[in-house]
């Protein structure tokens, strides 16, 4: 198994074997998720908690965050918090006051 960006052929940097056997290997492209996948994860991460939430707070945040499944846990786990933190179920306003959060933060933190 190889990974990497780009076409594997440039990987071969001009050795003709090599050029030949990664043009004939089996190849797939990885997609960043669509917004389905990441309701669905954050549903899981949701339930994996034990958190009660209705579909539209999943929908809502899957148009807004990282298409990542780090990025879905780190919301559930700040959503989680925050409503401990507020003392309330986890609803909409709770959720656009953690994707808001997470929109200000430094990249890479």
């Known amino acids: 198994v190889l990974a990497g960006r780009g076409e594997p052929v440039a990987w071969a940097d001009g050795l003709r074997d090599l050029e030949t056997r990664l043009s004939a290997a089996t190849r797939i ?6 917004e ?4 669905a994860v954050i549903l899981k991460l949701l339930r994996d908690r ?3 939430s209705s579909d ?3 929908s809502y945040a899957a148009a807004r965050i990282g ?3 780090a990025e ?4 559930v786990t700040l959503l989680d918090a925050a409503s401990i933190e507020a003392g309330e179920g986890i609803g909409i306003r ?3 006051q953690v994707i808001a959060n997470l929109s200000e ?3 890479g933190a």
């Open 50 to 52: 034990q958190l009660r």
């Open 29 to 34: 492209d990885l997609v960043e998720p669509d």
């Open 105 to 107: 933060e430094p990249f």
């Open 72 to 75: 879905a846990d780190k919301f």
């Open 56 to 58: 539209a707070i999943a």
């Open 94 to 96: 709770l959720a656009r």
């Open 67 to 69: 298409k990542t499944v």
């Open 36 to 39: 389905a996948l990441m309701k």
